[in-house]
Nanobody, 123 residues
């Protein structure tokens, strides 16, 4: 099993920045990729970004390209999501997850999920 704990969410004004962290523990050797998803009230869970655990390949949703950056620290088994130029429409609960595949954009391909962290952007 893999346990994931997100942190770094909060309230920020439009145009501001937040950095989310997701620390993994347990059977981290089984992780092939990690991703970030978000879900706003009344909407489906949406892919945000993903990164290959063993490499540097990254993938982004069109809505966040140029504003969000995903990265990872292998030694700390942690993935980060740097969010810049935040918009009101970025408001959602953000979840990190692990996948047995690389670069997946589909939630059903992720096995373990964190509890989520709330990001609220005020206008």
């Amino acid at each position: 099993q893999v346990q994931l704990v997100e942190s770094g969410g909060g309230l920020v004004q439009a145009g501001g920045s937040l950095r989310l962290s997701c620390a993994a523990s347990g059977r981290t050797f089984s992780i092939y990729a990690m991703g970030w998803f978000r879900q706003a009230p009344g909407k489906e869970r949406q892919f945000v970004a993903a990164i290959n655990w063993s490499g540097v390949s990254t993938y982004y949703a069109d809505s966040v390209k140029g504003r969000f950056t995903i990265s990872r620290d292998i030694s700390k088994s942690t993935v980060f999501l740097q969010m810049d130029s935040l918009k009101f429409e970025d408001t959602a609960v953000y979840y990190c997850a692990t996948s047995n595949l690389s670069g997946s954009r589909y939630a059903h391909e992720y096995v373990y999920w964190g509890q989520g962290t709330q990001v609220t952007v005020s206008s």
